[in-house]
């Protein structure tokens, strides 16, 4: 599936091809920092279809919560998180691009929920949290 999109402030654009089965909510610790949310959503694309306009920052890490290094690379204007990827010279064999960036994230469903046993408790009632349509 083709797919498109770009950080909060237009800098850095993306697309390539997307698996649409491999779309995960991810709840680990880091996820939750470098988000500065509850999870994080994200779809694998194929390194070989991966674009990108706007060089963003990089940085490794160690991932506490399964030990292997990633490159996280993020938006150096407005701080939007990109993809994570391996660490590595030129193009990696995928990328974990942030569904959030991508026109089409309406049909990116999550298809699994990876690292649960760190979710924040309230993720599975969030039916129950009062709901505004717009800001409350
Ligand atoms: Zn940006
Ligand atoms: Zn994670």
Redo the contacts with the bound molecule.
Sequence with gaps: MKIDG???????TVEGDADPERVNICHCTDCQTRTGSAFGVSVQVAGPTFKMN?QPTTYLKTTADNGKPRIQAF?P????QIYSTTPGEGQQPSYTVRVGLLKQRDQLIPKRQNWFRSSRNWVVSMDAIAKNEKQG
Excluded: M, V
């Design positions: 770009n950080c909060h402030c237009g800098f850095i706007g938006c204007k407005c701080g939007s």
